[in-house]
């Protein structure tokens, strides 16, 4: 209580609205936010012989794999050069599955956390998308370092204009993981065999989101479900922009934008009514 106002200068209650963010307040906890990105990518790489240099090893051995798998057996088609084509795949996949899968185990995972201090629980997730999101960087300049190869030497890609929406894309991708995450949190604190499920399910919306095919490469009978995928506007955009070819339509992104916007509201929704009773199930 401030002695000079007589007036409390910290209020927690376990009444609000459900659609709120509390903004405000996650604001005057950025210092928290800051510790536990900050814990996140030390203990990542704590008694690592390699250390960050993970960040490059993954998609590398990633899109090896796809590279011979997928293309060098199976040869299936691909837009543009096949390096570039899986390397865009699995930087933008491996952002969106990392925050999805660490996100849904907030709850069960921070229980002792959460049972001892208060703090808003939406820092929790919040700090989970911008760590991740460090990891992306990392492995985006890589990419870069791929096309601009291409680019300069081998000149079958062509960047166009629409490399400048990646920022926008990231915010959806990091949107619609945050909301998937939430819910599959909030669900997993009830359901906990929901959890189980959900890295088998990770793998399969793989295949169902153009990471390995693109668009134009599926049969006709899956396109209408892949085009319901709200991340196929995301990642055939971020390869048409960077590669210059696939079969990208703006309207893709539309979607991807209202799916987003929606999955995040309900996301919050089950969040904000989830966290006031959450230590009674978990």
Request: net charge positive; proline share 5%.
């Amino acid at each position: 209580m401030n002695s000079t106002t007589n007036q409390w200068t910290e209020i927690i209650s376990s009444k609000h609205k459900l659609f709120s963010l509390n903004l405000k307040e996650v604001w005057r906890y950025r210092d928290l936010v800051y510790m536990l990105v900050k814990r996140d990518f030390v203990t990542t790489f704590k008694q690592t012989l390699l250390g960050p240099v993970w960040f490059f090893i993954q998609p590398i051995l990633t899109t090896l794999t796809f590279l011979v798998v997928f293309k060098g057996i199976a040869n299936l088609p691909v837009d543009g050069p096949p390096i570039a084509f899986y390397l865009a795949g699995t930087t933008l996949w491996s952002y969106f599955s990392t925050t999805l899968s660490t996100t849904s185990n907030v709850f069960r995972g921070n229980a002792r956390i959460f049972g001892k201090v208060y703090f808003p629980r939406l820092v929790m997730p919040l700090s989970i998308v911008i760590s991740n999101l460090m990891r992306f960087g990392v492995q985006f300049l890589l990419f870069i370092l791929v096309i601009l190869y291409f680019l300069i030497f081998e000149k079958n890609v062509w960047p166009n204009w629409w490399i400048l929406a990646t920022p926008f894309l990231i915010i959806l991708m990091a949107g619609f993981s945050l909301g998937l995450g939430m819910i599959f949190s909030s669900m997993t604190t009830k359901y906990k065999d929901l959890s189980m499920l959900l890295g088998f399910g990770i793998q399969l919306f793989m295949y169902a989101t153009p990471v390995i095919l693109p668009v134009s490469g599926m049969p006709e009978w899956a396109i209408p479900f892949i085009k319901a995928n709200p991340l196929t506007g995301v990642f055939e955009c971020f390869k048409f922009g960077y590669i210059g070819s696939g079969s990208f339509e703006p309207g893709m992104l539309i979607y991807s934008a209202v799916s987003t916007f929606i999955i995040l509201m309900v996301g919050t929704l089950i969040f904000n009514k989830v966290e006031k009773s959450f230590m009674d199930s978990v």
